[in-house]
């Protein structure tokens, strides 16, 4: 208003610019003078003059104006999907094989609007961070002999199936059941097997205990590379699903089981903010990479 006076110069001007009455726009122009305790504007004949307080206020009210026009439009771009960080906590593998796709087909569409900020996570730790409030989506797994994610509310969608496979050492490999393992038959062997803090160690162990035994841990790797390399050396047998079978060394067999183990992959959210735009848009990227890596038979 001050700025609209400074510029026009007359009380009727500034109505009709801004279509509102003048006997209004003096109320709050006094009002105003009151509450800052300075003249704001003086009488120069038929003119009215802003006084320096009044301009020094009118350019901050313009700063302000403009500020409140770029958050608008910073938050329409958010409503529509096309701005804003959201953090992802992802499994390890998933970060390296399916974030990076993900992350290269949103700079694609999206320039740098919308982002991802990854935070490597394991489900166990990035459930508990997405229900905190320290992520905005968690890019998690379960095994088909673990228990399946689930909270109140949280919203769990389906991204992928992958199998698990038991990787042994071509020279410790008798062909039995048409190129299938069977577990009971690795009782006696050494095993690799993840820490004991990770999902994966429990998925372990539920198979060989189903199997009948214990496995003879004598190697603790994360790392599914790690544990391919040590099968190579022939340390030991390990559990591997899809993702984790990368760069599998010549000598290193994959088998499938003859009772087959599934590692499913999901997307978490809080069920408040699932129908956030960008945080779909985050997802359909997470989907389309995970399209681009797996098998189109494990994609759910």
Not at 239 to 253: K, Y
Request: glycine share 8%.
């Amino acid at each position: 208003m001050l700025a609209e006076l400074d510029r026009l110069g007359t009380i009727a001007a500034v109505a009709k610019s801004l279509n509102l009455t003048a006997p209004g726009i003096s109320m709050q122009l006094a009002t105003l003078e009151r509450e800052i305790g300075v003249p704001l504007t003086e009488k120069q004949g038929r003119r009215i003059v802003v006084t320096p307080a009044g301009q020094l206020l009118a350019r901050h009210g313009s700063s302000i104006v403009d500020m409140l026009t770029v958050a608008e439009m910073e938050v329409a771009s958010i409503r529509d999907g096309v701005a804003g960080t959201y953090r992802v906590g992802a499994f390890p593998t998933a970060a390296r094989a399916i974030v990076p796709r993900a992350w290269s087909g949103l700079a694609s569409a999206f320039g740098q609007g919308l982002h991802m900020r990854l935070i490597e996570l394991e489900p166990s730790d990035s459930i508990p961070a997405l229900t905190a409030g320290d992520i905005e989506l968690a890019l998690a797994h379960n095994y088909s002999n673990t228990p399946p994610i689930s909270g109140p509310g949280l919203v769990v969608s389906p991204v992928a199936t992958e199998t698990v496979q038991l990787a042994v050492n071509v020279d410790d490999w008798t062909e039995t059941g048409n190129g299938t393992a069977n577990l009971e038959d690795f009782a006696a062997h050494d095993w690799i097997v993840p820490s004991q803090e990770w999902t994966c160690y429990d998925m372990v162990h539920r198979a060989t205990d189903l199997a009948g035994f214990a496995p003879r841990a004598v190697a603790e790797a994360t790392d599914f590379s790690v544990q391919l390399a040590l099968v190579s050396a022939g340390v030991g047998v390990a559990l591997i699903p899809q993702l984790g079978a990368v760069d599998v060394p010549e000598n290193v067999l994959l088998l499938e089981l003859q009772l087959p183990i599934y590692r499913s992959i999901v997307l978490v959210s809080r069920r408040a903010s699932a129908g956030d735009a960008g945080l779909l848009q985050i997802c359909s990227a997470i989907r389309n990479a995970a399209i681009e890596q797996l098998p189109a038979g494990s994609i759910s």
